[in-house]
């Protein structure tokens, strides 16, 4: 059903007020990384699922319990190890006995990831067997054993860690479970300001504490709000020519696409643009979708979608170094030309 000029701005002030209160929650206990945070929170109103990398210490786990007690949603923590088997994280059938009768029937025992807010630690320790048992969850948010269907409770989204140097006994992700995180984000060391806030935050015995400022049923509002936002289709053209920019020997591949890039973006990394972008224009009080949009999303919507060849891995070429290559040279319209 349509709606008037009136409510859809009263409707984008409304959906603003929640985002910034959930910022400003997650800011007294997170120094810094306001970036990173803004991504997250837009992959939660955009339904999508978060990897965070990043070398050890730089609150990656800190961010995502803070969220948790933000959002006032049920948080459980997985911590992945190569001897995690997919029964751990999905649960499995007990046999109980009932006491009275004696009577013996199997019984589902959930698992960790019968939750809300998951964290999904160093996902990567875990082997690929235990790394796909996640995969269901993820995509279809719902868990199957024994043959029954389980679904999981909304809003459900999955935040994984990894670390990107120690790579000695890790299992790198398959590119079918990376292509269900809607954002990849690099979490980077903190500034010299930062790390004094941290001190004084930390060492003084007065640590702070995020408080509840928005609940499930506030969440899933947001999320079929979002979903309602207008993309025009030369905006939503824009979108797609980026992400076929990805494909190597394609119409709109860049010089670098050709040369450095096995395989490209699957339609999930259009998906994500859009939603991400829908967001954004939310945030701006706006219920259309603008160019610069999609674009700011660009980078972690997609740099976990592309496949390096040899050449790029040799080379020491990063997916960031494409996708910026691919941004300063696929037009906005297909009329408009390029300045030198």
């Not at 219920?287 to 040799?314: C, K, M």
């Not at 040279?329 to 300045?339: C, D, E, F, G, I």
Request: a negative charge; proline letters at 4%; glycine letters at 6%.
């Amino acid at each position: 059903m349509a709606m008037d000029e009136k409510e859809v701005q009263q409707q984008c002030r409304e959906f603003r007020e929640v985002f910034e209160a959930l910022r400003r929650e997650v800011g007294k206990v997170i120094v810094g990384h306001e970036e990173i945070v803004d991504n997250v929170l837009i992959s939660l109103f955009s339904g999508g699922h978060v990897l965070l990398e990043g070398v050890p210490g730089l609150g990656k786990t800190l961010l995502v319990r803070t969220l948790s007690n933000a959002f006032s949603l049920e948080f459980r923590r997985i911590q992945f190890t190569p001897d995690l088997m997919p029964a751990d994280i999905t649960g499995t059938n007990i046999v109980v006995e009932d006491q009275a009768t004696g009577r013996r029937e199997f019984q589902f025992q959930h698992g960790p990831i019968f939750g809300q807010i998951i964290l999904a630690d160093e996902i990567n320790r875990a082997t690929p067997k235990t790394q796909s048992a996640m995969l269901e969850a993820m995509q279809e948010h719902s868990v199957t054993s024994g043959g029954q269907v389980r679904r999981l409770t909304e809003p459900f989204m999955v935040l994984a860690t990894q670390n990107p140097i120690e790579q000695e006994g890790t299992y790198p992700l398959p590119e079918a479970q990376l292509d269900r995180f809607f954002f990849k984000l690099l979490v980077s060391y903190s500034s010299r300001q930062q790390l004094k806030a941290i001190l004084d935050r930390t060492t003084t015995g007065d640590e702070p504490r995020a408080e509840p400022v928005a609940d499930a049923q506030k969440i899933l509002w947001a999320q079929k709000l979002v979903r309602r936002v207008v993309v025009a289709e030369h905006v939503q053209d824009y979108a797609i020519r980026l992400v076929l920019a990805t494909h190597p020997q394609g119409e709109f591949a860049t010089e670098m696409t050709n040369r450095f890039v096995r395989f490209g973006s699957s339609p999930r990394g259009v998906q994500a643009l859009v939603l991400a972008g829908k967001v954004r224009a939310m945030l701006d009080e706006r219920y259309h979708v603008g160019f610069d949009d999609i674009a700011r999303s660009a980078l972690p919507a997609l740099r976990h979608r592309l496949l390096l060849n040899f050449e790029g891995q040799a080379e020491g070429i990063r997916s960031d170094d494409i996708l910026n290559d691919i941004l300063k040279n696929v037009p906005r319209t297909l009329s408009q030309k390029l300045s030198a």
